[in-house]
């Protein structure tokens, strides 16, 4: 078990709603990054944060969007859902010092999104 | 544009043989690969990794080669038990260009008894 916790489990959503998701990274761990990963597809990134400010983003719309907070836990945002969006959503938690990043990153359980 | 790929989407081995799982990368940037193994219901297991100056890494059961002429890289399992039997991914990152990780698709493997 890597420490890194994620809320909720699973969520249903309709189209054009908004839904945050919740990270809690593993202790120690100031770097945070989210993916989404489709059915019978590997984990996409969407971005990552770093001490509270985004650090690098995927191809993704910019009606994903995210934050961390002080105690390194982060959230989530997604506006005016889409079928598409339909996906588990993972986060991962990995350590920089001094913006020197560890490639190994250490993933949760995942939320599951189902937008009808 | 896939730079990432597991061709092989499952594999299928008894129990006490060797399971090799395959991955091959296009982007020459990656410096960094990563295997993860993941069950249903659960976030994908950090497994293994190897650098780009490496060759080979091992971990007890888990041993990683790297071929970056061929940009080419395999997972081997020896001895394979039926608890492998999860989905495989393979993941890359290029340092210089942030550190996000690069995915295949996975491959699933069933380690019969």
């Known amino acids: 078990e890597t420490g890194v916790t994620q809320s909720p489990t699973h969520l249903i959503k309709t189209r054009g709603q908004q839904v945050t998701l919740r990270c809690s990274s593993q202790?120690?761990?100031?770097?945070v990054s989210w993916y989404q990963q489709a059915l019978g597809q590997g984990p996409q990134f969407i971005f990552q944060?770093?001490?509270?400010?985004?650090?690098g983003r995927g191809n993704f719309p910019p009606r994903f969007s995210g934050l961390q907070f002080p105690n390194y836990s982060s959230e989530l945002n997604v506006n005016a859902l889409e079928l598409d969006d339909s996906a588990l959503y993972l986060c991962?938690?990995?350590?920089?010092?001094?913006?020197?990043?560890?490639?190994?990153?250490?993933f949760g359980p995942g939320t599951r999104l189902l937008v009808l | 544009d896939q730079q990432v790929k597991q061709n092989s989407p499952s594999l299928s081995v008894q129990e006490g043989r060797i399971s090799i799982l395959n991955c091959d990368y296009t982007?020459?940037?990656?410096?960094?690969f990563l295997w993860y193994k993941k069950y249903p219901a659960e976030g994908p297991t950090f497994l293994i990794s190897?650098?780009?100056?490496?060759d080979k890494n091992e971990d007890g059961r888990f041993t990683v080669f790297l071929n970056k002429s061929a940009k080419h890289l395999s997972l081997h399992i020896v001895p394979s038990q039926p608890g492998d039997s999860a989905v495989y991914f393979c993941?890359?990152?290029?340092?210089?260009?942030?550190?996000?990780?690069?995915f295949g698709k996975g491959t699933t493997l069933s380690v019969s008894s």
């Open positions: 991962a938690s990995s350590l920089a010092i001094h913006r020197a990043f560890e490639e190994t990153q250490y």
């Open positions: 202790s120690g761990h100031n770097t």
């Open positions: 944060y770093y001490r509270e400010e985004e650090n």
């Open positions: 982007n020459s940037m990656f410096d960094y």
């Open positions: 190897i650098s780009s100056i490496k």
């Open positions: 993941a890359a990152s290029a340092y210089q260009a942030g550190t996000a990780l690069i």
